[in-house]
């Protein structure tokens, strides 16, 4: 600086770390962060969380939450993705060790050949374990075999202040229930045990069925839920209160010997210019997926991917959404309010500002298995918003109403906005999960929805 | 509770090996390159024994590497840069490994160039690591394989070794000794049929650069250990460059006149 003398440049404190961009899926909000951290080794993690500040640190995966749930605006974060080593396998058990930062993708390239599959999946497979554990993520067999935490059998976690801290159910079995969906604020997971389960091979004995509203629906997932382990529906947030859409149903299939070879998809290489995406394009493309899908409805055996991870064959789709990036909106309400559900699909369908793949799941009755797990019994609908100021915000404020007074929730790993009042409404227990934090642990989202420092 | 088996899962069908590559020893197992290129030779059914100083990274590193499908895993624990390992460490391998017909050597070290430049220790410590450690350890591994007439010498220097740069020169000098050390080594080998490879690596997202300057646009260690296995695997290139588009960089980098690049300050 001119005119400054060398003395007092030496007193200023070292100069900063050059801040880093790191976005969330939904390129929603545009942070920067003080410094990441990259540890390649769990022997490192210790020394990061002992220096740090507190309230500094949020551990991070393969930021595939939308929002800001594994965001920390102006802190650090620590970036778990080179802490991929699988520890141990028991295959006469399923019993897997593995660190944080593994991705269910490299769970299914090691043990599906084998004959093992994950116990629950998310609609992406490129999600670390840390992050399905930290969100507690529910996938198309909620109905028989609850989240993702309930087969977490045992974890290591690293404390600021307790150093490595064994949780399973007769140690510790409160620290982990709070740190199953605990969006990452009560540590830094090790490893964890996983239960995977036998399956004959890679192969899903699938079914496609169109249906026209939503008490269709509801029928043909009541008579699903105990004949398929998978179920789950596209739904076209164009056509409003009549709800049409497709239900996919299926089972893994027996073994029939034919190998899978994998391919790789294209991949999205820029964020698409905004007017790409209007809602003439999206319901010329709804009507041709609705179109499409129900001229080839029925069963047929289909490959493991393509029944879970439509999406993951397109590889960086969020830049579809252009470079204001998206928000996503995934609540429950419960199914004695089937008439709130009905207006929320009617209040979308009316703003035209819906999206591709509305995803409506029933929720079985599995009892939560974190302290802040989102899933409860109930419908629940995921869909995607293009982020367009203002605007866009306003309706999802109209739709958050709806959700609160419906007794709904909202699903924090999907959040950018929702208010200190929802989140209270659908976590009331979230006062209880304080003393479970870890001390040196914030996020963007905790900050928001609790007005915590 | 935990036991760790190991799967001995054939060879993916796409892959067809022209060299005999079986048994690898890798020295700097625990190195960010190391890492991912074992993952894939673990793929591959192949045996490896893994040297590096930390024995609980080891450990670790040898648990995925079982579970991932090598079919043997076995590891010693010493520091690389101090010579008077080397003759245990070769000793080692030699007993518990016969035979084995690859040697990778990954480790190198990178400090800040500024300290280097003021502090002779770190200046030396830069050069043993990088360069007369790995030439030391080299003529014991060149040796063994001269005597048996068969195996594979693979060794990671880098693209700053073909040019001394103002911001790095001391690591990119030590690298260049090394890429000039495996030049005669090649030479030497030729004749009995004794493969040397000199892998130049562009930056690459490792533990080593996070502190460079966009770190996050370098190479992705994943891809650049795809090029490597590949070359361990065929009979060709002498030198790799990776990401490939390197060669052509560094070729134009060295047709730059001393006159004008002494001005450049990268």
Not at chain 2, 10 to 19: G, L
């Amino acid at each position: 600086m001119p005119g400054q003398s060398a003395a007092t440049l030496c007193k200023q404190p070292a100069a900063p770390r050059p801040t880093e961009r790191i976005l969330s899926w939904g390129r929603y909000p545009k942070i920067a962060h003080q410094h990441v951290h990259k540890p390649a080794w769990n022997d490192q993690l210790p020394e990061i969380l002992k220096t740090a500040g507190p309230g500094s640190l949020l551990p991070y995966g393969l930021g595939r939450s939308y929002g800001d749930s594994c965001l920390n605006a102006g802190r650090e974060l620590i970036d778990c993705h080179r802490l991929n080593r699988i520890l141990g396998f028991d295959d006469s058990t399923g019993m897997l060790r593995c660190e944080s930062g593994v991705s269910l993708s490299d769970i299914l390239d090691v043990f599906l050949p084998e004959g093992w599959f994950l116990p629950v999946t998310p609609g992406t497979r490129f999600v670390t374990v840390g992050g399905a554990i930290a969100n507690d993520v529910h996938g198309k067999n909620h109905h028989c075999a609850g989240t993702f935490g309930a087969h977490v059998r045992q974890i290591g976690l690293h404390r600021s202040d307790d150093g490595l801290v064994i949780c399973n159910a007769e140690e510790n079995p409160d620290m982990l229930r709070a740190t199953i969906g605990g969006l990452g604020l009560t540590g830094v997971i090790a490893w964890a045990d996983i239960q995977l389960r036998r399956v004959a091979g890679p192969w899903i004995d699938a079914e496609s069925i169109p249906f026209q509203s939503l008490s269709a629906f509801l029928d043909l997932s009541r008579d699903s839920n105990d004949r398929f382990e998978y179920t789950v529906a596209w739904l076209d947030c164009f056509a409003g209160k009549t709800a049409r859409g497709i239900f996919f149903r299926g089972n893994h299939a027996a073994d029939h010997g034919k190998d899978l070879h994998p391919k790789r998809g294209p991949k999205l290489p820029f964020a698409l210019p905004e007017w790409m995406l209007n809602r003439y394009s999206v319901r010329a493309f709804n009507t041709a997926y609705y179109k499409i899908h129900t001229a080839k409805k029925g069963a047929a055996i289909v490959p493991y991917d393509s029944f879970f991870y439509p999406l993951d064959s397109v590889r960086q789709w969020n830049l579809l959404y252009g470079r204001q990036g998206f928000l996503q909106y995934q609540c429950v309400i419960p199914e004695s309010n089937i008439g709130a559900f009905e207006e929320l699909l009617e209040r979308i369908a009316h703003s035209g500002m819906g999206s591709f793949l509305g995803v409506l799941k029933q929720f079985g009755s599995a009892p939560p298995a974190g302290m802040l797990s989102f899933p409860r019994p109930g419908l629940t609908i995921a869909l995607d918003f293009a982020m367009r100021g203002e605007r866009t915000l306003k309706l999802m404020q109209s739709l958050d109403e709806i959700v609160q007074q419906s007794g709904g929730a909202l699903y924090p790993a999907k959040d950018a906005r929702m208010s200190p009042a929802l989140f209270d409404a659908s976590f009331p227990r979230w006062r209880d999960f304080i003393p479970y934090m870890d001390p040196k642990m914030s996020s963007s989202f905790w900050r928001r929805v609790t007005g915590a420092q | 509770m935990m036991t760790i088996t190991a799967h001995p899962k054939t060879a993916r069908p796409s892959h067809t090996p022209v060299t005999a590559m079986k048994k690898i020893v890798i020295l700097g197992a625990t190195s960010g390159i190391a890492l991912e290129v074992q993952r894939q030779l673990a793929r591959r059914g192949c045996e490896l024994l893994l040297v590096a100083r930390s024995p609980q990274r080891l450990a670790e590193t040898q648990a995925d590497l079982a579970i991932r499908g090598a079919q043997q895993v076995s590891t010693y624990s010493a520091d690389l840069a101090s010579i008077e390992q080397h003759a245990s460490i070769f000793d080692f391998a030699q007993r518990t490994f016969p035979g084995f017909d690859t040697v990778l050597l990954a480790y190198g070290s990178m400090h800040n160039q500024k300290d280097s430049e003021t502090s002779v220790d770190i200046l030396m410590e830069e050069l043993q690591v990088n360069f007369v450690s790995a030439a030391a350890l080299l003529t014991l591994f060149a040796a063994d394989l001269e005597r048996r007439r068969t195996g594979c010498l693979a060794v990671i220097t880098s693209v700053a070794g073909d040019r001394g740069r103002r911001s790095n020169y001391v690591y990119g000098s030590a690298k260049g000794a090394l890429s000039l050390f495996l030049q005669g080594l090649r030479s030497r080998l030729h004749p009995v049929g004794v493969r040397v490879i000199t892998i130049k690596p562009g930056p690459v997202q490792t533990p080593m650069t996070d502190h460079l300057p966009n770190s996050a646009r370098f190479a992705d260690p994943e891809r650049v250990a795809r090029d490597i296995v590949h070359a361990l695997e065929r009979r060709s290139p002498d030198v790799l460059y990776t990401p490939k588009i390197w060669r052509y960089v560094m070729k134009a980098v060295q047709e730059i006149p001393e006159t004008i690049f002494k001005r450049f300050s990268f």
